[in-house]
């Protein structure tokens, strides 16, 4: 069974970047789709953006583009994701979320243990 | 892409049914069969309870049902047990390999 193991809370400063990682283990890595959603303190969850490893085509959320970045290491079966310019708007809970196939009607069904990042000056 | 719309907040009592909406658009839920449901307790991760608007996942009780008609699509929650209560989020696809979750609506058993 495939698990999802995502990198420790992060505290950033506003205007900087935070990378955040996610590894897959049990199970093969590069075919299916790994997703990230992030939810702000007492907040509902966001889709931000996903990348399919074995094509390493990624598609984002409109509110994210430009500004997220996500990727994958097909070697070390890790996804990132990484966002730059952080406000304080940015401070959420960051889940990456497997779907068990290509196909948009694939639903996430594994999930990571979320990584906490604050932004805070 | 704005976020499927969903009651803040429903209730029921042991043994109730309960039907919690989630209101999309002819861009999302109203035109694609691709509806999901998750669970998500206080400090855990979101738990998936249903797919493809109907469909329950291996392990999933048969207490939970989806569906759908036209923009809007429902989760009911049968026989209600207090280990229900938590929020719950519905999930559309949205064309161009995109997704948009609801607000999330938090459900309290009496």
């Known amino acids: 069974q495939v698990q999802l193991v995502q990198s420790e809370s992060e505290v950033k400063k506003p205007g900087s970047s935070v990378k955040v990682s996610c590894k897959a283990s049990g199970g093969t890595f590069s075919t299916y789709p790994i997703n990230w959603v992030r939810q702000a303190p007492g907040q509902g969850l966001q889709w931000m953006g996903r990348?399919?490893?074995?094509?390493?085509?990624?598609n984002y959320a409109q509110k994210f583009q430009g500004r997220v970045t996500i990727n994958a290491d097909k070697s070390a079966t890790t996804a990132y994701i990484e966002l730059s310019s952080l406000t304080s708007e940015d401070t959420a809970v960051y889940y990456c979320?497997?779907?068990?196939?290509?196909?948009?009607?694939?639903?996430?069904?594994?999930w990571g243990q979320g990584t906490m990042v604050t932004v805070s000056s | 892409q704005s976020a499927l719309t969903q009651p803040a907040s429903v209730s029921g009592t042991p043994g109730q049914s309960i039907t919690i909406p989630c209101t999309g658009t002819?861009?999302?839920?109203?035109?694609?069969?691709?509806v999901s449901w998750y669970q998500q307790h206080p400090g855990q991760a979101p738990k998936l309870m249903i797919y493809e608007v109907t469909e329950r996942p291996s392990g999933i009780s048969n207490r939970f049902s989806g569906s759908k008609s036209g923009s809007t699509a429902s989760l009911t929650i049968s026989g209600l047990q207090a280990e229900d209560e938590a929020d719950y989020y519905c999930c559309s696809y949205a064309g161009g390999s995109t997704w948009v979750f609801g607000g999330g609506t938090k459900l309290t058993v009496l």
């Open positions: 979320a497997r779907a068990p196939g290509t196909y948009n009607s694939d639903p996430f069904d594994i």
């Open positions: 990348i399919v490893p074995f094509v390493d085509i990624a």
């Open positions: 002819t861009s999302d839920v109203g035109t694609y069969k691709v």
